[in-house]
Structure formats: C-alpha cells, structure tokens
C-alpha cells in the first residue's frame, strides 16, 4: 500500500520518525509550543534527516480542514507519512511459516470503529501478539484515528484484512491454531480455557457479536465473568484481557 496519510499527536509521530523515517514526506509543526517533548521530537526530527516546516496557526488549521483532521487532538504536530501496510491472506502465510514460537493472534469481527482498532493494536503490541486480523469489508481499517490511539503500535503489529474470514480462520485451523470466540453465552470461562498453545481469539462488535458463520467456524467460545452491573465489556478492553490472559498462562507454563 503506497498512499500517503496524514498521522497526528506527538506520541504517533515518534513512532513514526524512530522506526520508519523512510516512510515520512513531512512533519508539520505548530509554532509557539516550546515545550520539552515537543523539543524533543523536533531534535528526533532533525537527527533522522526528516523534513519538517514550522507553521503559524491559521497554517496549521488549513491543513487540518483540508485533510478533514479536526477531530483529532493534533497537540501541533502533523506527520505526513506512507500509510502503514495493510497485509493480505499471503502476507499472513508468510508470517506464519516464520513463526518460532506458538501463534497468538487476535481477530476482530465486524469492528467499525477505527478507535477500537487502533486500541486492539496497542494490546497486542503489549501482549506481545503476532498480528491483528481484520475482514476487508465491514471493518475499520488503518485510518488516522485508528493510527493516532495505537500510539505506534502500527509500527510494529502486523495488521491483516482478509476477503473472506471464515475461509481464513479454517486456514487457521487447518494449521493447528485453535480459534476462541468470545460470547455471553459460552460455557467456559477465559480463565478456564487453555491458551498456551497456538490461538487465535475472535472478538465481535460490541451489541451485535460476533457474525453466525464466524461463531459457528470457532473451536470453542468462551466468556468473560463480569462481577458488576454492566453487560459487556468496550471490544479492545475485552481483547486486552483475553490477550494477557493468554501471555499469563504461557508465562506460568515456561516457568520452571
């Protein structure tokens, strides 16, 4: 995927300078904010040899109506950036085959808010998940919001959208890797599940679920115990509790 984006807020445009200035066209920066970290990516900036200009505000707010950014909080810096890879069913093959250790991987169904993907991508840069895996339609995708909350971890999750996700997961299952839906309705618990070995964890929409053909391809569902009066779980703070449930388990498995 060769086009450009526009990425915001400074902890996104670290990221972005530190692990792939290659990719950067510009950074854009907000005159008159002189503080240490916004001195600090500017030092970072001119260390990697990656253009900048510093802009007054009426610039500034130009190119936020013009690349429809005004929704998010910029705090004065813009990075114009190569859109981070969106990978393919072959890509997920190839990262497979170069695996080492037990697949874990987190798949969203039907996710439409791109705030929530970039959070699913921050869990699983902290799990230490191998990759995000999305269907290619009715899905948020890599936008810059999604690109702004994942705070860097596009940079370093592998993020997949897949034409068909039933036909991947039996992939998936056609390489041993035990597929976990989660659902109200399950009858084991997260906590009850064994996750050390290779897994893949589905997470549907919020409301709505996962989709009947994806419930219906899954190995297993299991359940998150809920001790309060809420019925559900945000989807990326369910992920996050899957995933480290799964890194838990594993820890205490290599333990000697």
């Known amino acids: 995927m060769t086009d450009s984006m526009w990425v915001f807020g400074l902890h996104a445009a670290q990221s972005a300078v530190e692990t792939h200035p290659e990719r950067i066209k510009e950074v854009v920066l907000l005159k008159g904010r002189q503080d240490n970290r916004m001195n600090r990516l500017l030092d970072l900036v001119r260390a990697q040899d990656v253009k900048f200009r510093l802009v007054n505000r009426e610039d500034f707010d130009r190119i936020l109506h013009k690349h429809e950014l005004m929704e998010g909080r910029h705090q004065g810096v813009l990075v114009q950036t190569l859109a981070a890879p969106v990978l393919k069913e072959a890509d997920l093959e190839e990262m497979l085959d170069a695996l080492t250790v037990p697949p874990l991987l987190l798949i969203?169904?039907?996710?439409?808010?791109?705030?929530?993907?970039?959070?699913?991508l921050r869990s699983c840069d902290a799990a230490g998940a191998h990759g995000l895996i999305v269907p290619k339609d009715k899905s948020a995708s890599l936008t810059p919001a999604a690109v702004k909350v994942a705070s860097g971890a596009t940079d370093t999750v592998p993020f997949f959208a897949v034409t068909n996700l039933a036909r991947t997961l039996e992939a998936l299952k056609s390489r041993g890797?035990?597929?976990?839906?989660?659902a109200g309705e399950?009858?084991?618990?997260?906590?009850q599940?064994?996750?050390?070995?290779?897994?893949a964890l589905v997470m549907g929409a919020e409301g709505s679920g996962l989709r009947r053909l994806t419930r219906e391809t899954c190995d297993g569902l299991v359940y998150l115990p809920m001790a309060g009066q809420v019925s559900s779980l945000n989807v990326s703070v369910a992920a996050g509790v899957c995933l480290f449930e799964a890194v838990r388990q594993r820890l205490s498995a290599a333990a000697p």
């Open 108 to 120: 969203l169904d039907g996710v439409t808010d791109p705030h929530n993907i970039g959070a699913c």
């Open 177 to 182: 890797i035990w597929i976990y839906g989660t």
């Open 186 to 191: 399950a009858k084991s618990s997260v906590y």
């Open 193 to 199: 599940t064994p996750l050390t070995g290779p897994i």
